[in-house]
């Protein structure tokens, strides 16, 4: 959880130099920094994990949540216990998404997307996994796999037809299959992706963002490029 704080702290600072040159760059400091010092996004930041204070970071913040949370709360609960608990929240993630549309917010994942309703059912199945994890070694890697791209296939299903949103139904399968893969001596031994993952991934989660809105940037500037670089990535 330390590490995660440090990563989370220097992130933030980052983040918001980046943000900063961003609206020297359209000349909106003055506004950008009225909106940043605020009591709402104070409360954005703290209660939903949003707003313009965390931006993608949300999900570092959320995470410390989650550490907290089940260090105190539900460590000594039975699996069967926090299994059901990450079922439940996930369910409410889509239900009260979906009211949400129903009463007209039309972007209802700004409320749903928080540590409470996204971030600690992965946490719980995540945790649960790797409670069971010699059990789900002796399930084949062959079955896993295909459960994996049957619930991506499940997604990209969802997507077509339900439109764009943070998480699906088969994403959910798709997770929790990759939780289970990467669990594997071998995967972790010989995939290099997984070696990447394991040492760069919180770098990379830190700088896509902004990587990707410096590109967006430089092929405006140039018209090298027409598409909307952060938006296709």
């Avoid at 289970?180 to 990379?204: E, F, H, M």
């Amino acid at each position: 959880m330390k590490k995660t704080a440090v990563m989370l702290g220097i992130a933030v600072v980052l983040y918001f130099a980046w943000e900063m040159l961003w609206s020297i760059y359209h000349g909106t400091t003055a506004e950008k920094l009225q909106l940043y010092f605020s009591i709402q996004t104070l409360a954005e930041t703290i209660v939903l994990n949003t707003g313009v204070l965390l931006g993608h970071l949300w999900f570092f913040f959320s995470f410390l949540y989650c550490y907290c949370i089940y260090a105190f709360c539900m460590q000594r609960a039975s699996l069967t216990v926090r299994l059901g608990i990450a079922m439940t929240l996930l369910a409410g993630f889509f239900l009260v998404k979906e009211l949400l549309k129903w009463n007209g917010i039309s972007d209802p994942v700004y409320y749903v997307r928080n540590f409470l309703l996204m971030g600690l059912p992965f946490f719980l199945l995540g945790e649960a996994i790797k409670q069971k994890k010699e059990w789900l070694l002796s399930v084949k890697p062959v079955l896993l796999a295909i459960v994996a791209i049957v619930g991506l296939g499940a997604a990209i299903t969802e997507r077509l037809y339900v439109g764009c949103c943070d998480l699906y139904f088969g994403t959910v399968l798709t997770v929790v299959e990759i939780f289970i893969l990467v669990q594997r001596p071998t995967a972790r031994a010989s995939c290099w992706l997984a070696k990447l993952g394991k040492q760069y991934a919180g770098d990379i989660y830190i700088i896509h963002v902004m990587l990707l809105s410096g590109l967006n940037m430089v092929a405006s500037i140039t018209g090298i490029l027409s598409l909307d670089l952060f938006l296709i990535m």
